[in-house]
C-alpha cells in the first residue's frame, strides 16, 4: 500500500523574516496543541537557524514572548551532542543562551538530553524520561504536539546521518549514534517517534541547502544516503519553513510565498 505525503512550504525572503515566521509558527502550534487538551509538548533541534526564532521568543519586546502560554509547555529536545550541557557545541547551551534565561518556564517543564554521561546511559536515561513524562505503556509511542528538525548539508536530520546505525533503530525511543565521519556520538529520536508527532516541520536556510533540499523532497528515496527522508508524518504533512536560498530550487511559491509538494512512497 502506497503513503502519501503532502508537503507545504513557506519561503521567506531573508533570515530575519524567516525567523520571525518560525517564531510565529512555535506558538500558533503550541496554542492548538493546548486548545486541544491543556498542554503543548515541543521538541525542538539546535543550530544558528532555530536560534534567532529561540531570540525572538524570549525578547520581551517582541510579540511572541507574550502571546506563548509558557505555564502549559514541556520543552523536549530532538538530539544532542555528547557534551556537557555548558559546553561550546551544547544544542541545551544554545537554547538555554537564547530561549531558556528569559523564558518563564521551570525546571519541571525543560526535558533536557544529559550529553555529559556515557552516549548509551544518556540514551537510556531520555526514553524513561520520555516514558514518564507521557505515561507510555509497553511498546507505546510518545505523540509530541510539535517537532522542529533542521536540515544538514549531507540530508541528515535530527542527528540520524547517512550511513549510521540509528537509521535502522524502530524500536527505541532514543539512540545513541556513533557518526564515523565526525568521530563523534550523538544522542537523537528515533524517526518512528519523530513521525508520530502531530506536526513536524523543518526549519532551514542558506544557499548549501538548496541541491540537498530539492534531493530530498524530489529524489527517489535513498534514506541512507538522505536520512531526512525518513521524515515522513503519520499525519500525512510535512511542513517547511524556509528561506529564499535554501528553497531556490523548488518549484515556485505562490504570492503569498506557499507552495506545495506530493510525494508517494
Same mark, same amino acid.
Given at each position: 500500500?502506497?503513503?502519501?505525503?503532502?508537503?507545504?512550504?513557506?519561503?521567506?525572503?531573508?533570515?530575519?523574516?524567516?525567523?520571525?515566521?518560525?517564531?510565529?509558527?512555535?506558538?500558533?502550534?503550541?496554542?492548538?496543541?493546548?486548545?486541544?487538551?491543556?498542554?503543548?509538548?515541543?521538541?525542538?533541534?539546535?543550530?544558528?537557524?532555530?536560534?534567532?526564532?529561540?531570540? +525572538?521568543?524570549?525578547?520581551?519586546?517582541?510579540?511572541?514572548?507574550?502571546?506563548?502560554?509558557?505555564?502549559? +509547555?514541556?520543552?523536549?529536545?530532538?538530539?544532542?551532542?555528547?557534551?556537557?550541557?555548558?559546553?561550546?557545541?551544547?544544542?541545551?547551551?544554545?537554547?538555554?543562551?537564547?530561549?531558556?534565561?528569559?523564558?518563564?518556564?521551570?525546571?519541571?517543564?525543560?526535558?533536557?538530553?544529559?550529553? @555529559?554521561?556515557?552516549?548509551?546511559?544518556?540514551?537510556?536515561?531520555?526514553?524513561?524520561?520520555?516514558?514518564?513524562?507521557?505515561?507510555? @505503556?509497553?511498546?507505546?509511542?510518545?505523540?509530541?504536539?510539535?517537532?522542529?528538525?533542521?536540515?544538514?548539508?549531507?540530508? #541528515?536530520?535530527?542527528?540520524?546521518?547517512? #550511513?549510521?546505525?540509528?537509521? #535502522?533503530?524502530?524500536?527505541?525511543?532514543?539512540?545513541?549514534? #556513533?557518526?564515523?565521519?565526525?568521530?563523534?556520538?550523538?544522542?537523537?529520536?528515533?524517526?518512528?517517534?519523530?513521525?508520530?508527532?502531530?506536526?513536524?516541520?523543518?526549519?532551514?536556510?542558506?544557499?548549501?541547502?538548496?541541491?540537498?533540499?530539492? @534531493?530530498?523532497?524530489?529524489?527517489?528515496?535513498?534514506?541512507?544516503? +538522505?536520512?531526512?527522508?525518513?521524515?515522513?508524518?503519520?499525519?500525512?504533512?510535512?511542513?517547511?519553513?524556509?528561506?529564499?536560498?535554501?528553497?531556490?530550487?523548488?518549484?515556485?511559491?505562490?504570492?503569498?510565498?506557499?507552495?506545495?509538494?506530493?510525494?508517494?512512497?
Amino acid at each position: 500500500m502506497s503513503r502519501k505525503l503532502r508537503i507545504i512550504y513557506y519561503v521567506e525572503p531573508d533570515a530575519g523574516a524567516l525567523a520571525r515566521r518560525a517564531a510565529q509558527y512555535f506558538v500558533e502550534m503550541a496554542d492548538e496543541a493546548v486548545d486541544r487538551r491543556g498542554r503543548a509538548r515541543i521538541a525542538i533541534s539546535g543550530g544558528s537557524t532555530p536560534k534567532a526564532a529561540f531570540e +525572538l521568543l524570549g525578547d520581551p519586546g517582541q510579540p511572541w514572548r507574550g502571546r506563548m502560554q509558557w505555564d502549559k +509547555l514541556d520543552l523536549f529536545w530532538v538530539d544532542e551532542r555528547c557534551v556537557p550541557p555548558d559546553g561550546q557545541e551544547s544544542n541545551y547551551r544554545m537554547t538555554r543562551e537564547a530561549l531558556l534565561d528569559r523564558a518563564p518556564l521551570r525546571p519541571e517543564q525543560i526535558h533536557r538530553m544529559e550529553g @555529559e554521561l556515557d552516549p548509551e546511559e544518556a540514551a537510556s536515561r531520555y526514553e524513561s524520561e520520555l516514558r514518564n513524562s507521557f505515561r507510555l @505503556e509497553g511498546a507505546e509511542l510518545p505523540r509530541f504536539d510539535l517537532i522542529a528538525l533542521g536540515m544538514g548539508p549531507d540530508g #541528515h536530520t535530527a542527528s540520524l546521518f547517512p #550511513h549510521t546505525e540509528a537509521l #535502522h533503530e524502530m524500536n527505541r525511543l532514543v539512540t545513541a549514534n #556513533h557518526v564515523a565521519n565526525k568521530d563523534t556520538w550523538r544522542i537523537t529520536l528515533t524517526w518512528p517517534v519523530i513521525n508520530r508527532a502531530s506536526s513536524v516541520f523543518f526549519l532551514v536556510s542558506g544557499a548549501d541547502k538548496a541541491q540537498i533540499l530539492n @534531493e530530498v523532497m524530489a529524489a527517489p528515496l535513498d534514506v541512507e544516503r +538522505l536520512p531526512s527522508q525518513l521524515i515522513w508524518p503519520a499525519s500525512g504533512i510535512l511542513t517547511l519553513i524556509l528561506d529564499k536560498s535554501a528553497a531556490a530550487m523548488l518549484p515556485a511559491t505562490d504570492e503569498e510565498g506557499c507552495g506545495f509538494l506530493e510525494r508517494e512512497g
